[in-house]
C-alpha cells in the first residue's frame, strides 16, 4: 500500500503565476487535509476535504486559494497570483476515517521568485 | 476551541538518556492524541496514539502517557539514539466528528553523541 503521494516535490514559480499542488491519498482513504509548513515552524491547517466536498477551509485564505478533491484523481490545491508569502512546504495527509488518524505525504516545497 | 501547547520548545539530551515532551490541551472532549516525528526535508510520520480510554501506551522505546483530569500528555523516550534527532508534534482531536486535528508548535528534540 503505497503512502500518501504529493507531486511535484519541489515547484518554483515566479510571482503572478500559479501554482497546482497534487495529492493522491492512501489507497482506502476518503479524507483529505492540506497544511502550510514555514521554516522552523509548526503544521498550519488549510483546509479538510472529502470526496467532492469541502468540510472545513477556515485555515485557507478566502482569495487566490482554492482546494478540491474530486470523485476520481488527486486532491488539487491551487494557489493563483502567487506572492513570496505563499513560499513554504505544503503538506497533504490522508485518513480512512475522521478519527485524526492521518498519514503525511512527503510535502511539496513552493518557492516563488 | 480547543488550545495544544506543547513544551520545550527545544530538548537536547545526552544519547542514551530519556527525553520527556509534554502537552496540554483545553477542551476536555478531546479524545485522540498522536504523536509525530518530522524530519529535515520531510512530513511528519505518527510514532505512537493514544485514546483517552487509557492512561498509558508503550511501543519499544517510546511512550505517551495521558492524563485526562489534567488534561496533558506526555511523550517518553527512553535509551535516545543519533536517529531520535527530529522535531516531535503532538496533537489532540476528537474521534468520530468533523473536528480537526489541533498540534502544537513542535519540540526540536537534539541528541547529543
Known amino acids: 500500500n503505497a503512502g500518501v503521494m504529493q507531486n511535484p516535490r519541489h515547484l518554483v514559480r515566479r510571482r503572478g503565476q500559479e501554482a497546482r499542488l497534487r495529492c493522491s491519498p492512501m489507497k482506502g482513504h476518503s479524507h483529505v487535509y492540506w497544511y502550510r509548513q514555514l521554516p522552523e515552524e509548526g503544521l498550519k491547517f488549510m483546509v479538510y476535504l472529502q470526496k467532492e466536498n469541502i468540510i472545513d477551509e477556515s485555515g485557507m485564505p478566502k482569495e487566490r486559494f482554492s482546494a478540491e478533491f474530486p470523485k476520481e484523481g488527486p486532491s488539487i490545491l491551487r494557489i493563483q497570483q502567487v506572492v513570496r508569502g505563499d513560499s513554504a512546504a505544503y503538506f497533504c495527509a490522508s485518513s480512512p476515517h475522521n478519527t485524526g488518524e492521518a498519514f503525511f505525504g512527503q510535502g511539496t516545497r513552493l518557492t516563488v521568485v | ?113
Open chain 2, 1 to 113: 476551541g480547543e488550545n495544544v501547547e506543547q513544551h520545550p520548545s527545544t530538548l537536547s539530551v545526552q544519547e542514551g538518556d530519556s527525553a520527556v515532551i509534554k502537552c496540554t490541551y483545553s477542551d476536555s472532549a478531546s479524545n485522540y492524541f498522536p504523536w509525530y516525528k518530522q524530519e529535515l526535508g520531510k512530513g511528519p510520520q505518527l510514532i505512537i496514539d493514544i485514546r483517552s480510554n487509557v492512561g498509558e501506551k508503550k511501543d519499544q522505546r517510546i511512550a505517551v502517557t495521558l492524563n485526562k483530569t489534567a488534561k496533558h500528555f506526555s511523550l517518553h523516550i527512553t535509551e535516545t539514539q543519533p536517529e531520535d534527532s527530529a522535531v516531535y508534534f503532538c496533537a489532540a482531536s476528537i474521534m468520530d466528528s468533523n473536528y480537526q486535528l489541533i498540534w502544537g508548535a513542535g519540540t526540536k528534540l537534539i541528541i547529543k553523541p
